[in-house]
T-cell receptor, first 111, second 117 residues
C-alpha cells in the first residue's frame, strides 16, 4: 500500500535541544519526498524536498533531512530548536502523480 | 501576493445539512487541489483541477461530495447531505502548471474546519 508513516504523534523537546522527526515511506514511492509544517491558523508550508542527488537536503528555518533508501526513511532534523518551531510537521511522498501524507507529528517546545 | 484563501475557516452544521467550502487559489495557478484530514489521520487527496477541468477525482469519498471550478478560478466543494464522518479539515492547494507533480511547489490554504454534529 502507498503510505507514509510518522511513528511519533507527539514529541516534546526543550528549547535549544536537537530534534529529529521520523518518517518512513512504503515501497513504490518515486521517491520524491517532502516535509511540511503547519503552525496554528496557517496553511501547510514546505520546509524542504528531496528529488535526487545529495541525500542530505537543507531547508528553511534551519531544518535538514536525510534520505536513506536502505531504510526507506526521510527523517527531519534541526540542531537547536526554537520555541517558534512548535507546530505540526507532515512528511509526504509522491506515488504516481499523487502527494501522500503521513499522519503528522506535533512538536511541543518547552522552555 | 495573496496566498491561497479558504472560506469559511470553520463550519459547524448538523447531519443532513449542506455545506459549501470555497477556495481561491493564487492568481494564475492552473492547478488546484482539495485535500482532507480527518482528525488525527493523514491528509488525504480528494481531487485535482487543471483550470476548470477535473484531472483526477479518485480521492472523492462518495457522490455526496461535489467539486466545481467555474471559469478556472475559484473552486467550491459541496457536501450534501453531510454525515458525521465528513468532519475534518479540508485543505486547498494551488500551483502553476509544471511538467511533473514532483516538481510542483504547492501553496496551501489554512483549511476549513468542518464539524458535523
Amino acid at each position: 500500500a502507498q503510505s507514509v508513516t510518522q511513528p511519533d504523534i507527539h514529541i516534546t523537546v526543550s528549547e535549544g535541544a536537537s530534534l529529529e522527526l521520523r518518517c518512513n515511506y512504503s515501497y513504490g514511492a518515486t521517491p520524491y519526498l517532502f516535509w511540511y509544517v503547519q503552525s496554528p491558523g496557517q496553511g501547510l508550508q514546505l520546509l524542504l524536498k528531496y528529488f535526487s542527488g545529495d541525500t542530505l537536503v537543507q531547508g528553511i528555518k534551519g531544518f535538514e533531512a536525510e534520505f536513506k533508501r536502505s531504510q526507506s526513511s526521510f527523517n527531519l532534523r534541526k540542531p537547536s530548536v526554537h520555541w517558534s518551531d512548535a507546530a505540526e510537521y507532515f512528511c509526504a511522498a509522491i506515488y504516481g502523480n499523487k502527494l501522500v501524507f503521513g499522519a503528522g507529528t506535533i512538536l511541543r517546545v518547552k522552555s | 501576493e495573496a496566498g491561497v484563501t479558504q472560506f469559511p475557516s470553520h463550519s459547524v452544521i448538523e447531519k443532513g445539512q449542506t455545506v459549501t467550502l470555497r477556495c481561491d487559489p493564487i492568481s494564475g495557478h492552473d492547478n488546484l487541489y482539495w485535500y482532507r484530514r480527518v482528525m488525527g489521520k493523514e491528509i488525504k487527496f480528494l481531487l485535482h483541477f487543471v483550470k476548470e477541468s477535473k484531472q483526477d477525482e479518485s480521492g472523492m469519498p462518495n457522490n455526496r461530495f461535489l467539486a466545481e471550478r467555474t471559469g478556472g478560478t475559484y473552486s467550491t466543494l459541496k457536501v450534501q447531505p453531510a454525515e458525521l464522518e465528513d468532519s475534518g479539515v479540508y485543505f486547498c492547494a494551488s500551483s502553476q502548471v509544471v511538467v511533473h507533480p514532483g516538481n510542483e511547489k504547492l501553496f496551501f490554504g489554512s483549511g476549513t474546519q468542518l464539524s458535523v454534529l
